[in-house]
């Protein structure tokens, strides 16, 4: 089963129009982190924000806000008055602390592409 | 101060033949992990490597894949007998010290491998 869920797979907005993209996650740990990043199209993937279970206050940093629901098991991206440089695949990730903490416990999931049409 | 960094970053092999992927983590980074991204795809994870631990190699898609990482830092990923479907972007990601799971990981630019 998907433990990180993104069901948009391409998303278009005129510039200027706000866009939020949808991340639903799924794990049994009572701890775990949540992370966004984005993929532009020189393609390295670079880190936008990590959030912890423990903390579900929204965060904002300029124009890009995050909206983290434990009850609804999602984890919002939101970009505000978008821009052609926004234009990316976005990727939503879950972080799990095992106890015994063995093997990989960071799942990406699939990744939105979002492109802003100028 | 540096990131990770990968080589080459092209490579064109023809089908049959092995190749060297080389990772070079972000030092004092004890946690490594390969991916595999096929052209408009996700992130498909290959192999994580932790501190002195057994790799976790449950996401290698063949025995024709393998990876080794030499004294806890440089990781390489070997393909052997090539095959078209293997060209992908390879990116390689490191994780800061410890096992802590709030860590994020750092990506290098990625390997793109092009087998004819």
């Known amino acids: 089963a998907q433990k990180v869920t993104q069901a948009q797979t391409e998303i278009s907005v005129v510039e200027k129009e706000d866009v939020t993209l949808d991340c639903v996650y799924e794990t049994r740990d009572t701890t775990y982190y949540l992370f966004w990043y984005k993929q532009p199209p020189s393609g390295e993937l670079v880190f936008l924000i990590r959030r912890n279970s423990f903390d579900e206050q929204n965060e904002i940093s300029g124009r890009y806000s995050w909206n983290f629901q434990k009850s609804t098991s999602s984890f919002n991206f939101t970009i505000t008055a978008s821009q052609v440089v926004d234009s990316a695949v976005y990727f939503c990730?879950?972080?799990?602390?095992?106890?015994?903490?063995?093997?990989?416990?960071?799942?990406f999931g699939t990744g939105t592409s979002l492109t802003v049409i100028p | 101060g540096a990131g990770v960094s990968q080589s080459p970053s092209n490579k064109v092999t023809e089908k049959g033949k092995d190749v060297e992927l080389r990772c070079d983590p972000i030092s004092g980074h004890t946690a490594l992990y390969w991916y595999r991204q096929s052209l408009g795809q996700g992130l498909e994870f290959l192999i994580y490597?932790?501190?002195?631990?057994?790799?976790?190699k449950s996401g290698l898609p063949s025995d024709r894949f393998s990876a080794e990482r030499t004294g806890g830092s440089v990781s390489t990923l070997t393909i052997q007998r090539t095959q078209q479907e293997d060209s992908a972007v390879y990116l390689c990601?490191?994780?800061?010290?410890?096992?802590?799971?709030?860590?994020?990981?750092?990506f290098g630019p990625g390997t793109r491998l092009t087998v004819t």
């Open positions: 990730a879950l972080s799990e602390a095992r106890s015994h903490n063995t093997g990989n416990q960071f799942y």
């Open positions: 490597f932790q501190g002195n631990s057994a790799p976790d």
């Open positions: 990601a490191s994780r800061s010290p410890g096992q802590g799971a709030m860590y994020e990981q750092y």
